[in-house]
């Protein structure tokens, strides 16, 4: 069983900043990547950005300079700073992890925290 809890969602204003939090759990071999999605209303869901457990990131054009992903020392957590941010930032933000368990390998998804940013 494996677990992703996330936390530091709330309300901005906007050019403020938040940093979310996600902790993986349970019987996790080895993590191959995690990142961060988010899904505002009506829209489909989308990538923010994602780091390999080589350190490679990677960003959506939307949010590129002003969020950054990193690693926790633990390797399981995974950290996405946000600043200056806008009102369209506001959104659902779900953590997820590409990892081998002792019987497969699969993508995981937490629960999600909802980010609003007001104008």
């Known amino acids: 069983q494996v677990q992703l809890v996330e936390s530091g969602g709330g309300l901005v204003q906007a050019g403020g900043s938040l940093r979310l939090s996600c902790a993986a759990s349970g019987s996790i071999v080895s993590i191959n990547a995690m990142g961060w999605y988010r899904q505002a209303p009506g829209k489909q869901r989308e990538l923010v950005a994602s780091i390999t457990s080589g350190g490679n990131t990677n960003y959506a054009d939307s949010v590129n300079g002003r969020f950054t992903i990193s690693r926790g020392n633990a390797k399981n957590t995974v950290y996405l700073q946000m600043n200056s941010l806008k009102p369209e930032d506001t959104a659902a933000y779900y953590c997820?992890?590409?990892?081998?368990?002792?019987?497969?390998?699969?993508?995981?998804w937490g629960q999600g925290t909802q980010v609003t940013v007001s104008s």
């Open positions: 997820n992890a590409d990892l081998w368990t002792t019987l497969t390998r699969r993508v995981h």
